[in-house]
């Protein structure tokens, strides 16, 4: 893939090699595909991709480990 993708992580790791760590264009166009940061394997769409990683319980760990990764603000449930 060049150099015009971001990475982000999911919650389903890698059929290939496990790893969370995925990439795709820049401009996330619902037929993009997903690989793997490590092993280049093929693993989705970004479609499939975004229903998952919506889809997809977690831990509250794991929930805090991908906003990290994502650049996303954790949710919290306090009214601060």
């Known amino acids: 893939m060049s150099d015009f993708s971001v ?5 389903k ?6 790893n969370h760590m995925m990439k795709v264009s820049q401009a996330k166009s619902a037929d ?3 690989y793997c940061t490590s092993c280049n ?3 989705c769409a ?3 991709a975004e229903r998952i990683m ?6 509250e ?3 805090l480990i991908e ?13 601060r």
């Open 67 to 79: 906003d990290v990764m994502n650049n996303k603000k954790p949710s919290t449930d306090d009214d």
């Open 54 to 59: 919506a889809e997809t319980p977690r831990s």
């Open 7 to 11: 990475e982000f992580r999911m919650p």
């Open 13 to 18: 790791g890698c059929p290939n090699c496990g």
């Open 46 to 48: 970004w479609e499939e």
């Open 32 to 34: 993009d595909l997903v």
């Open 41 to 43: 394997t093929e693993v």
């Open 61 to 63: 760990s794991e929930q």
